[in-house]
């Protein structure tokens, strides 16, 4: 998707092994065809930002991440679940966001077009996004990189060619070796397009970097609630199969709907930013702020229970269960001294539950769950019966109270 | 003070250490904890103020700050169980002024009504979880004590007292006014005496507190009280209404004017000190007074019921009403509550979607059933004040 002139644009596909890479890519004249076996692919594109723009924050990110998103890989970096707004360096309050203390951030599960329109400059159409399988990292400073990251299924193929628009257009292709714990071998080729459209050249290229984010090689999920879950989930962290180590701490990032709320005082997080009163219902909260996010230490070796609210949510028409559901994020966080974690080609530290970590930090993440409470709502055609009914007793109980009170006794 | 009832002050002192320490096992080793939530708040707040801030850093705390400043010992002592035991001297200390006040001819008599708080599980546990309730109803009986001895000022200025640590014994200012006008000597100067040194109290530490901690002491402690709309699920019988009047934008009457039908009856009951002002009929209707504020009350959780429950012992020492009928009464009370804490449980710890018409009906039967109680109080009473009406004229 362009924006405007003196775009560039670089493809990325990372194959399973040096075979996938062989078998399953074909070079043509003006095109690369690669038949579909699940490899991952993130195509960037870096644009000017117009000159009319009329720029009121210093950085913005926007995230989504989809429900079939593929997660944390080499070339890709961790998302929040659903739509993230990060929003630095604002010079005007942004209503219903949540202000932390690095960022501004607005969170909806669902995508929402005007939400985006709001950040982003009026050639972007954000209709033209797929967000039923992509994930989007885009961030606007000075630039706008648009990164869109997706998986090419088995049953299709994708052909990467020159379009109008692209600029600069660079296609990587690669697999990568087995290596240490944080350093990232990529081995393939790298393709450039000339200005007709034809393909210039291909280089063999092997990339070295180190990364910042990993997997833990525990597949199993550690999050869950504990039953039952009521209007006060407890959010169960099982970290017994983890072992304490030096310069490292676990952590559950969670940013959840306002429907939800942390007593500060009863779970003590790290921090917490956005909704955080105790007694508003949800439809009170002031300024319309969509929710919370809050950082909370977990222990090694052991459960961890963190414990959650639910708030009164507003009455509706036909009574029922509000669901709300959130993703906490767990990971362990260590400091390495070393800079060039920072460094990845695919991925730049951005705003983000990162930045309130030093640029050393390398995190390593474990596999999470979407949580749900349903919370119970009046029905608001029950409001009149009730009324009316409560208006008759306080009436006539006292009038009955008043009556005894003042007539004698047989 | 006898052998009888120095065992029951034992037996009372004994039971209260026994739930005290069992308190903090199960806070350490169990997941629901026995410390009430509200004494996490004083507690905080009191850490606040033993470094020197302002209790009201603490979200939640709404109170007088002298609370978290009984509780900065908690602090000192690195001890979070410290309070709780001041908690319970108050509450020792309230059963040995009901003691003190019964007035009842067989002794026996007078340890069972005073059983009813000493070796009340309810109080017990109320006052060993960190519920402050039990230094509120200490000053309210030091208070009618000194009524009883003719200290009128010293009854004066803990009323004021009381008043300033929680709004509502304000009530009691008009039944202890034509009390104390209609003894036989100093009437309308003993009127006087007691109102100027309850509101020297009043305004002295309120003024003390204002100057210390400025508006957000009248904010919390006060306007905050007045203007409350408790959205979430209580016995009240406003919940539901509260509920929908704090979320829908078509908003009746009855959140800005609740107070209506509790002032028309808490007052509307006062008449009945008329026909007779001893102080045992003044104490009768402090309960009847104390029970229809509650009943009537926007916001109604179990802590309440222990304002009226120190009156309990002294209008059960008077009362004509039958073992039948008091067990009735019982049954009603206890039946409509155990039907309201089931669908309350259905609610807050299951989800379930319970408002209307379970909770809400649960909640009627709660307050009409507590409406009916109070009838059969105020006919009782009625009986009582026309005896002993009688009985001066002959």
């Known amino acids: 998707m362009s924006i405007s002139g003196g775009n560039k644009t670089r493809v990325t596909v990372l194959f399973k092994d040096a075979e996938d890479l062989q078998r399953n890519s074909v070079n043509a004249q003006d095109s690369i065809i690669i038949k579909g076996r699940g490899q991952l692919v993130q195509r960037r594109t870096t644009s000017e930002l117009p000159h009319d723009e009329n720029k009121s924050f210093g950085t913005v990110r926007i995230t989504w991440k989809s429900p079939d998103s593929s997660g944390v890989s080499v070339i890709a970096p961790p998302l929040s679940s659903g739509l993230n707004i990060y929003v630095s360096g604002s010079s005007k309050q942004i209503p219903g966001a949540v202000h932390s203390a690095k960022y501004d951030l607005l969170h909806s599960d669902e995508f929402s077009d005007a939400l985006v329109r709001q950040f982003l400059p009026k050639e972007f159409n954000p209709t033209e996004l797929m967000l039923k399988d992509r994930d989007y990292d885009i961030i606007m400073d000075d630039k706008i990189s648009m990164n869109e990251y997706y998986m090419i299924k088995s049953d299709s193929n994708e052909t990467l060619k020159y379009e109008d628009g692209y600029g600069k257009l660079e296609v990587g292709m690669f697999f990568a070796e087995p290596s240490d714990h944080l350093d990232v071998n990529l081995n393939g080729l790298r393709c450039t397009w000339s200005s007709t459209g034809q393909i210039d050249k291909c280089h063999k290229t092997y990339l070295f970097y180190q990364r910042a984010h990993t997997e833990s090689t525990n597949s199993n999920t550690i999050v869950e609630h504990l039953e039952p879950i009521g209007l006060h989930p407890t959010i169960r962290v099982d970290l017994r199969g983890e072992a304490p180590s030096e310069n490292c701490e676990h952590y559950m990032y969670l940013a959840a709907p306002a429907g939800l709320f942390i007593d500060k005082f009863q779970s003590a997080p790290v921090f917490i930013a956005g909704a955080d009163d105790l007694e508003m219902p949800e439809y009170k909260i002031d300024n319309g702020t969509w929710g919370f996010e809050s950082l909370f230490s977990l222990k090694p070796g052991q459960l961890n229970d963190i414990k959650l609210h639910a708030r009164y949510v507003t009455p509706q028409p036909w009574g029922n269960s509000k669901l709300i559901e959130y993703n906490p994020i767990i990971f362990q966080a260590c400091d390495t001294g070393n800079m060039e974690v920072q460094n990845s080609p695919f991925y730049t530290r951005s705003l983000g539950f990162e930045s309130f970590f030093t640029n050393d930090t390398v995190f390593k993440h474990f596999h999470s769950a979407t949580l749900s409470v349903s919370v119970p709502a009046a029905n608001t055609n029950d409001f009149q019966a009730v009324w009316f009914v409560t208006s008759m007793c306080l009436v006539l109980s006292v009038a009955y109270l008043l009556i005894k009170v003042f007539t004698r006794q047989r | ?394």
């Open chain 2, 1 to 394: 003070m006898d052998l009888a009832t120095v065992s029951l002050f034992l037996g009372a002192l004994a039971l209260r250490i026994g739930f005290f320490f069992y308190g903090i096992y199960q806070d350490k080793y169990f997941e629901v904890k026995y410390t009430d939530v509200d004494y996490f708040v004083f507690n905080d707040a009191a850490s606040y103020v033993f470094h020197g801030l302002s209790p009201y850093l603490r979200d939640t705390y709404r109170y007088t700050p002298l609370l978290s400043w009984l509780l900065v010992p908690n602090h000192y002592l690195q001890w979070i169980h410290f309070g709780k035991m001041m908690f319970v001297l108050f509450d020792l200390l309230t059963g040995l002024l009901i003691l003190n006040l019964l007035e009842v001819q067989s002794k026996r008599k007078k340890l069972i009504l005073s059983s009813l708080w000493l070796l009340n599980f309810m109080v017990i546990t109320i006052s060993t979880r960190g519920n402050a309730e039990s230094v509120l109803c200490f000053l309210i009986l030091l208070s009618l004590y000194f009524l009883k001895v003719r200290q009128f000022v010293l009854s004066g200025l803990f009323l004021g007292f009381a008043i300033h640590f929680k709004i509502y014994p304000i009530i009691y200012s008009i039944p202890v006014a034509i009390y104390v006008y209609r003894q036989r000597e100093g009437g309308l100067l003993n009127v006087f005496k007691v109102g100027v040194a309850a509101l020297l109290a009043l305004a002295g530490t309120s003024y003390w507190m204002y100057q210390i901690y400025g508006m957000e002491f009248l904010d919390n402690a006060y306007f905050y009280h007045l203007t409350r709309t408790d959205h979430r699920h209580n016995f009240s019988v406003f919940h539901m209404l509260l509920y929908f009047e704090s979320a829908l934008p078509t908003a009746s009457f009855w959140a800005k004017l609740a107070f209506l039908p509790q002032a028309a009856v808490t007052l509307g009951v006062v008449p009945l000190l008329i026909r007779d002002s001893s102080f045992n009929n003044l104490l009768s209707l402090l309960f009847i007074q104390t029970f229809a504020f509650v009943t009537y009350n926007k916001v109604c959780t179990s802590q309440y019921f222990i304002w009226y429950l120190i009156f309990l012992p002294f209008y059960l020492a008077r009362t004509n009403i039958t073992l039948k009928r008091g067990l009735v009464m019982t049954l009603i009370w206890v039946g409509t509550q155990g039907v309201w804490l089931f669908f309350g449980y259905l609610l807050e710890f299951k989800g379930k979607n319970v408002f209307y018409p379970c909770l809400f009906l649960a909640s009627l039967s709660f307050f009409l059933g507590n409406v009916w109680i109070l009838g059969q109080f105020i006919d009782d009473l009625k009986v009582k004040s026309e005896l002993s009406e009688e009985k001066k004229k002959r």
